[in-house]
C-alpha cells in the first residue's frame, strides 16, 4: 500500500523543539519532491518547508526560515522536519507530502500540487 504516515507531533512549550518524521511506505522516496505543509484552525494551508526532486534545492516559508530544517533519510525511506524555538503561532496540524516530479522547492510549497499525502499530525505550542 502506498502511503505516507507521519508521527512526532505533540504539545511542547514555547522555545521548545519537535522532529517530525513522515514514513513512506509501498514506494522509495529517492528522487521524489517533498513538502511539509500545516493548517492551522481558521487558516489556509501554508507550505511551511520543500525539498525538491533531486535534493539539490530547498525551500523554507519566512515565518519559519532560521528554526525548521527539512531533511530526507533514503535508507529509512523517511522525511524529517526539524523545529526548534517553537512559538504559539506554529500550532497546526503538519502534513508531509511526496511527488514524482518537483524540480523547484519554492513552486512546490506554493502550488501544493503533490501527488501523495499523509493523515497529519498535530503540534501544539502552549505554556
Known amino acids: 500500500q502506498v502511503q505516507l504516515v507521519e508521527s512526532g507531533g505533540g504539545l511542547v512549550q514555547p522555545g521548545g523543539s519537535l522532529r517530525l518524521s513522515c514514513a513512506a511506505s509501498?514506494?522509495?522516496?529517492?528522487?521524489?519532491?517533498i513538502g511539509w505543509f500545516r493548517q492551522a484552525p481558521g487558516k489556509e494551508r501554508e507550505g511551511v518547508s520543500c525539498?525538491?526532486?533531486?535534493?539539490?534545492?530547498?525551500f523554507y516559508a519566512d515565518s519559519v526560515k532560521g528554526r525548521f530544517t527539512i531533511s530526507r533519510d533514503n535508507a529509512k525511506n523517511t522525511v524529517y522536519l526539524q523545529m526548534n524555538s517553537l512559538k504559539p503561532e506554529d500550532t497546526a496540524v503538519y502534513y508531509c507530502?511526496?511527488?514524482?516530479?518537483?524540480?523547484?522547492?519554492?513552486?512546490?510549497?506554493?502550488?501544493?500540487?503533490?501527488?501523495?499525502w499523509g493523515q497529519g499530525t498535530l503540534v501544539t505550542v502552549s505554556s
Open positions: 509501498g514506494f522509495a522516496l529517492d528522487y521524489h519532491a
Open positions: 507530502a511526496a511527488d514524482p516530479v518537483g524540480d523547484y522547492a519554492r513552486r512546490i510549497c506554493s502550488s501544493g500540487l503533490l501527488e501523495l
Open positions: 525539498l525538491s526532486s533531486s535534493g539539490d534545492n530547498t
